[in-house]
C-alpha cells in the first residue's frame, strides 16, 4: 500500500514562506505524477502544483510565481515551497501521487494544515 506522509505546515504571517514536504513510502518515479491540492472548509479540493516522473511541472494560476514544486528523487520526497503566503493560502495541503496503468490509481496523503495571519 501506498503512503504518503506530508508534513511542513503551520502557523505563518502574511508574507511569510513555508516548505511542504511529501515523503513516499515508493520510488517516485514510479508514478506518472505528484501533485499537492488545497481544501480550505466547505470549499472542494484543489489542484495547486504538479510534477510529472519526467520533470515538467504545472501550477495554478493563484500561486504562479509564489509557489515552487520539486522533488529528492534519493528521499523520495516532493517539496512545495511556498513564498508570499496571504491568508487566501490558508488550508489543509494534501499531495497526491498518481499511477497510470491499465487504470488509474490516485494516493494521498492525510494532509498538512496551513495558517496564514494576517
Known amino acids: 500500500q501506498v503512503q504518503l506522509v506530508e508534513s511542513g505546515g503551520g502557523l505563518v504571517q502574511a508574507g511569510g514562506s513555508l516548505r511542504l514536504s511529501c515523503a513516499a513510502s515508493?520510488?517516485?518515479?514510479?508514478?506518472?505524477?505528484m501533485a499537492w491540492y488545497l481544501q480550505a472548509p466547505g470549499k472542494r479540493r484543489e489542484f495547486v502544483a504538479s510534477?510529472?516522473?519526467?520533470?515538467?511541472?504545472n501550477y495554478a494560476d493563484s500561486v504562479k510565481g509564489r509557489f515552487t514544486i520539486s522533488r529528492d528523487s534519493a528521499k523520495n520526497t516532493v517539496y512545495l515551497q511556498m513564498n508570499s503566503l496571504n491568508p487566501e493560502d490558508a488550508a489543509v495541503y494534501f499531495c497526491?501521487?498518481?499511477?497510470?496503468?491499465?487504470?488509474?490509481?490516485?494516493?494521498w496523503g492525510q494532509g498538512t494544515q496551513v495558517t496564514v495571519s494576517s
Open positions: 515508493e520510488n517516485i518515479f514510479s508514478f506518472n505524477s
Open positions: 510534477i510529472t516522473s519526467g520533470g515538467s511541472t
Open positions: 497526491n501521487a498518481e499511477r497510470r496503468t491499465l487504470r488509474v490509481y490516485n494516493y
